[in-house]
């Protein structure tokens, strides 16, 4: 059950899942913490809501209609490269073993986490990455 409050204000987040109750949930879950958030049923959908909107996150589900999570991400790393942006990614999925979680990451996810997905984990995941993200771009 979600308990934990961490203000992620002001921050930009694209998540992108077929199930419309996971997106539902997420929506109301990061605007309740101040983040701006745009949803995405498939890749397709992503692509076309990163030409218009900024993302400081995605937050995206593997296994998608039209291609997969891994497949999408390179696409939006690169939209992204163009405007002189890099974005972060947690992965989403069903996929639990070691060796899915393994190639996520090195397929450039920074996070892996297994549905069905639990809101404070997923929150400390949100935290951890942005506060990675800035200590890189400050050059810690």
Known sequence: M????????????????????????LTLL?????????SAASAHEAIEV?????????????SLPDEDGYSLLPKVRNLQAL???????????????AADQEYSLKAGFQKHLCKPINLDELLSAVASVV??????????
Request: net charge negative; aromatic share 8%; with cysteine.
């Open 2 to 25: 979600y308990s934990q409050s961490i203000h992620l204000d002001n921050l930009r987040l694209l998540i992108v899942d077929d199930d419309s109750d996971t997106r539902q949930i």
């Open 30 to 38: 990061f605007e309740l913490e101040g983040t701006e958030i745009m």
């Open 50 to 62: 990163i030409s218009n909107f900024k993302p400081d996150i995605l937050i995206t589900d593997i």
């Open 83 to 97: 405007k002189g942006r890099w974005i972060p990614a947690i992965a989403m999925t069903g996929w639990a073993s």
């Open 131 to 140: 506060n990675f993200n800035q200590c890189v771009l400050a050059k810690c």
